[in-house]
Nanobody, 121 residues
Framework: QVQLVESGGGKVQAGGSLRLSCAAS????????MGWFRQAPGKERESVAA????????YYANSVKGRFTISRDNAKNTVYLQMNSLKPEDTAVYYC??????????????WGQGTQVTVSS
């Protein structure tokens, strides 16, 4: 079992930046692929970014490429999402997720409670 707790959400103006953090506890964090997802009101949850357990491979949705950066610190059991050049359409609840093995986009087993990101124009 892995427990995930997100932090760092908030309100920011368009063009601004936020850094989300996801602290993991429970089983060995370093063995898990980690992902960030988001869900806007009235929309389905979508994958935003993901990083393989060792950090050597990442995935980004086209909508955030060049603006968002995912990273992880296995010594601190934490994964980060640096979000720059934020747009109003980035407004959503952001969720951290974990899985063992497999691809980076689908079939995550463990989820955090989410953190709200609001970008005003």
């Amino acid at each position: 079992q892995v427990q995930l707790v997100e932090s760092g959400g908030g309100k920011v103006q368009a063009g601004g930046s936020l850094r989300l953090s996801c602290a993991a506890s429970g089983r060995t964090f370093s063995g898990y692929n980690m992902g960030w997802f988001r869900q806007a009101p009235g929309k389905e949850r979508e994958s935003v970014a993901a990083i393989i357990w060792g950090g050597s491979s990442t995935y980004y949705a086209n909508s955030v490429k060049g603006r968002f950066t995912i990273s992880r610190d296995n010594a601190k059991n934490t994964v980060y999402l640096q979000m720059n050049s934020l747009k109003p359409e980035d407004t959503a609840v952001y969720y951290c997720a974990a899985k063992l093995g497999g691809g980076l986009v689908y079939d995550y087993n463990y989820w955090g409670q989410g953190t709200q990101v609001t970008v005003s124009s």
